[in-house]
């Protein structure tokens, strides 16, 4: 009797490890939304800034400048029904600003916090004025910095994002605001207009798919060796494919390198990272590969 249960257990544990999918989403689109009592731009549209900010800081002859910052990440393929299992947001610190206060970077007391949008908007209309409404249901704080170029990687949203696939028709992304709107206090991150791409934000998703979206799906093992590893790490696919990226995160959760592998043999060269346990997971388009372990010497 226990070892048919120890059967059961096991292959439960297989199809669900198989029903697990990991996807690194660019954002869609984003855009600050502000006010200047000097200039009247609640009424202004900055969709094509360079910047998704949360500050307040002195008006230019007086008043103030207030900033809130919008983005939103195309979740709609991950079913409903899906259980969240990992999402990590990704923020890189904006530092070009030229204006007074803002120009070294984050500053002040600039805790934030970002909520899930619960209503509609556009990146090219959308205004101080129009900005979208949003729920505080699982808001995430964001510390203050430490440092006036500080990224915010690996922010764990799991909770926002499981609520937006929970409720896709009242979810459009992520809103970021100072705690305490007060003068002077400014987090500033790169938007998707920001000329380096690799500082755009970016959602990590792991997730688990419903029983019901499985048959869309298929399911495939890559070989991986050997294991344990010490500098070079062997995968084998069933077949090349163009669209291929492999991602590697640590036991807590933090990606530490992502490649594009087209060829059905690869090697990955460990040296550089410490001792410890990583997962491996791999992304295409229709087929869902099975995340493995392995342990780096």
């Not at 992520?174 to 709107?181: S, Y």
């Not at 495939?220 to 995968?235: D, G, I, K, S, W």
Request: hydrophobic share 40%; glycine share 4%; net charge negative.
């Amino acid at each position: 009797m226990n070892k048919f249960l120890l059967l059961i257990g096991l292959f439960s544990l297989s199809i669900s490890a198989g029903a697990q999918v990991f996807v690194t989403l660019p954002v869609s689109f984003d855009s600050p939304v502000g006010y200047h009592d000097d200039y009247n731009t609640a009424n202004q549209n900055f969709g094509n800034a360079a910047f998704i900010a949360s500050f307040q800081i002195p008006g230019y002859h007086f008043g103030v400048n207030t900033n809130r910052g919008l983005m939103a990440f195309d979740l709609s393929s991950i079913p409903v029904g899906s259980t969240i299992i990992s999402a990590k947001l990704n923020l890189h610190a904006y530092t070009d600003f030229t204006v007074a206060a803002l120009q070294n970077g984050h500053c002040g007391n600039n805790q934030s916090k970002l909520s899930r949008i619960t209503s509609n908007w556009n990146e090219t209309t959308v205004t101080w004025n129009s900005q979208p409404t949003v729920s505080n249901v699982n808001e995430i704080l964001l510390n203050q910095s430490n440092a006036t170029n500080q990224d915010y990687l690996n922010v764990n949203v799991s909770n926002l994002v499981q609520d937006m696939v929970n409720n896709p028709t009242t979810s459009f992304g992520f809103r970021l605001a100072l705690v305490d709107e007060v003068v002077t206090s400014s987090l500033a991150f790169c938007s998707k207009e920001y000329p380096d791409p690799s500082k755009h934000p970016s959602l990590v998703v792991e997730y688990r798919l419903p029983a019901s979206s499985l048959s869309e799906f298929t399911f495939e093992e890559f070989a991986m060796y050997p294991n344990p590893v010490q500098n070079t790490l062997h995968l084998s696919f069933p077949n090349a494919e163009q669209n291929r990226r492999i991602t590697c995160v640590d036991a807590q959760g933090k990606r530490i390198f992502q490649v594009s592998g087209e060829n059905q043999d690869l090697d990955l060269d460990l040296l550089f990272m410490a001792s410890g346990l990583y997962t491996i997971f791999i992304e295409e388009s229709s087929i869902v590969y099975q995340a493995q372990k392995f342990y780096k010497n």
